[in-house]
């Protein structure tokens, strides 16, 4: 993958697809063993996703929705069973 895109909200009524970071499996500089790295295959939303639209619940700029995915492990920690 060359870059790594996201969407996130950007102030009130807007949200955008933006660049973001790749995740690391780390705590600081430990690898995070109760973790896993999903490759997103299908987002939906969840019921308080809206609020970025209505601003019900105010978010700080750059959150993104997150909370309903389906997805293809790309890396987990040893504590992980799938």
């Known amino acids: 993958m060359a870059n790594n895109r996201g ?3 950007a102030g009130p009524g807007r949200v ?5 970071d790749f ?3 780390a705590l ?5 063993e109760h973790g896993l790295i999903l490759k997103l295959v299908a987002p939906t939303s969840a019921a308080s996703d809206p609020s970025l639209w ?4 105010p ?20 504590d992980v069973d799938s």
Do not use: F, M, N
């Open 7 to 9: 969407v996130v909200y």
């Open 16 to 20: 955008e697809v933006q660049s973001i």
């Open 23 to 25: 995740p690391k499996l």
């Open 28 to 32: 600081d500089s430990r690898k995070c």
């Open 54 to 57: 209505y601003e019900a619940a």
């Open 59 to 78: 978010r700080s700029y750059g959150y993104g929705p997150r909370s309903r995915v389906t997805g293809e492990i790309i890396e987990k920690g040893r």
